[in-house]
């Protein structure tokens, strides 16, 4: 569509403009207001902080002004029919990237794996690039990767010496990255261990010659500080997905904080207003 790949919030807005005027049946990307996680990690970016302490009690403040301008930005990309309004965690959303007529999609570092095998016919015809912002690089963080061990193993010490061999072994993630089925993008979180991350992943040309690790390690110096996770996360995500589906992103916001609030105080735990 002749478009330069947006680097700020408003460019992206100009740019979904252009992209459906040259083409009635595509769009810039998509948003579905049941992906709770990615309306916090774009809050995050522009200087949300939903839960924080105090003294002995938690705070909570999803409702925030950089989440409502963000939730509102989004909702007006909706209403203007700008961005495909479908279920991220649906079937529909995969089929328009497959289908070539969604033009992008939000994702972080683990994303550049799953799309090169969902994606494959597609090689060559997509890019990286950096989260468009608000005017200042920044951003948050999306999704990550953990290690558990259930209660009921017998093997915790050699479960829990495989995860840190996994995770911060050089030789772990080299292991990760070579899978054939199904390559791993994520980012590891030591910055010594990125660039052999980055040596071991073959894109095959999958991006264009962007180099995924370079990206999105690039990236990691502009994570806003500050940002808490709060003990009731699933309860504020379920709350703001019901509410956001039925409504608005600003009235799931406002579930998210009542839903909040309520599963603090239903645990025992102290909420301070």
């Keep these: 569509a002749g478009v330069e790949v947006p680097k ?53 403040n999803i409702n925030d002004a950089p989440s409502q301008k963000v939730a509102s930005y989004w909702q007006g990309l909706v209403k203007d029919d700008l961005v495909m309004n479908l279920k991220i965690n649906g079937p529909e959303f995969a089929k328009a990237k497959a289908d070539g007529v969604m033009a992008s999609f939000i994702g972080a570092s683990w994303s550049a794996g799953g799309t090169m095998t969902t994606l494959a016919k597609d090689s ?17 963080m999306f999704g990550g990767t953990s290690y558990a061990v259930t209660k009921g193993s017998k093997h915790v010490k050699e479960a829990a010496e495989f995860a ?32 052999i991350a980055a040596a071991a992943f073959d894109d095959k040309g999958f991006f264009g010659g962007d180099k995924v690790y370079e990206i999105s390690g690039a990236q990691v110096d502009t994570i806003v500080p500050g940002w808490v996770w709060g003990p009731v996360q699933t309860a504020t995500n379920t709350a703001i997905q019901d509410a956001g589906l039925k409504s608005t992103l600003n009235d799931g916001l406002a579930a998210g904080q009542k839903a909040a609030e309520e599963a603090i105080k239903g645990r025992g735990l102290n909420l301070v207003k």
Excluded: C, F, M
């Excluded at 060559?124 to 948050?140: E, R, S, Y």
């Design 8 to 60: 700020t919030w408003d460019e992206y807005k100009t740019a979904a403009e252009k992209i459906k005027a040259a083409d009635k049946n595509v769009r810039i990307g998509g948003w579905g207001n049941d992906d709770a996680p990615l309306l916090a990690a774009l809050s995050w970016q522009a200087g949300a902080k939903w839960y924080g302490t105090e003294g002995d009690g938690w705070k909570v």
């Design 164 to 195: 840190t061999w996994a995770a911060t072994s050089p030789e772990g993630v080299k292991a990760r990255l070579s899978s054939l089925k199904a390559p791993s993008s994520s980012l590891p979180a030591s910055p010594e261990l990125r660039p």
């Design 124 to 140: 060559g015809k997509w890019g990286v690039a950096p989260l468009p912002h608000w005017g200042t690089p920044a951003t948050g």
